[in-house]
T-cell receptor
Framework: QKEVEQDPGPLSVPEGAIVSLNCTYS??????FMWYRQYSRKGPELLMY????GNKEDGRFTAQVDKSSKYISLFIRDSQPSDSATYLC??????????FGKGTRLSVIA | DSGVTQTPKHLITATGQRVTLRCSPR?????VYWYQQSLDQGLQFLIQ???????AKGNILERFSAQQFPDLHSELNLSSLELGDSALYFC????????????????FGEGSRLTVL
């Protein structure tokens, strides 16, 4: 079992839809959880960061962490064509290199 | 623009050859990380350097090596190349010895796409 599992998609939604992306993980030492967004032919860039369990909201984006289930989610409200990208979850225990999921490819259709 | 510069952007070479990928981190960042991205494996951590010293090692093959120079730029050397080494190689940098515990942010370059024929 990989440390971090993420459904690669692809996921295609109409503009304005609510998008739900998620990852599961096996390492209970993970405390820091991030979502990176990667546009085509670009490097990943940090989108959201959460420490331990709980929710964090930033504009149209909400990140959720459920450590008891080892499950993290990213919700995108009112999705836009500009949200079309690959979304990678990432996590670590604080003093170790980030472990990434494989990424979910999202297309938002106008 | 993340501030991380990688060269070359594209590289095509033959099996058995050796290549060197170069990375200049963001100004002020002391840590450099190398990641390999392929369709089947995703983004895999290879190695990290902090201020010239190796800090952490991931799934890096023995045929691969890296170093960080006094000016903090880093090079990833890939030798005896195989078809399976074809991938995107990303360099990332951060200020701290580990990704910042405040923002969790690594700053990635745009990658070097390696094709081995």
């Amino acid at each position: 079992q990989k440390e971090v599992e993420q459904d690669p998609g692809p996921l295609s939604v109409p503009e304005g839809a609510i998008v739900s992306l998620n990852c599961t993980y096996s390492n209970s030492a993970f405390q820091y959880f991030m979502w990176y967004r990667q546009y085509s032919r670009k490097g990943p860039e940090l989108l959201m960061y959460t420490y331990s369990s709980g929710n964090k909201e930033d504009g149209r984006f909400t990140a959720q962490v459920d450590k008891s289930s080892k499950y993290i989610s990213l919700f995108i409200r009112d999705s836009q064509p500009s949200d079309s990208a690959t979304y990678l979850c990432a996590m670590n225990s604080g003093n170790t290199p980030l472990v990434f999921g494989k990424g979910t490819r999202l297309s938002v259709i106008a | 623009d993340s501030g991380v510069t990688q060269t070359p952007k594209h590289l095509i070479t033959a099996t058995g050859q050796r290549v060197t990928l170069r990375c200049s981190p963001r100004s002020g960042d002391l840590s450099v990380y190398w990641y390999q991205q392929s369709l089947d494996q995703g983004l895999q951590f290879l190695i990290q350097y902090y201020n010239g010293e190796e800090r952490a090692k991931g799934n890096i093959l023995e045929r691969f090596s890296a170093q960080q120079f006094p000016d903090l730029h880093s090079e990833l050397n890939l030798s005896s190349l195989e078809l399976g080494d074809s991938a995107l190689y990303f360099c990332a940098s951060s200020v701290e010895g580990s990704p910042s515990m405040i923002t969790g942010e690594l700053f990635f370059g745009e990658g070097s796409r390696l094709t081995v024929l």
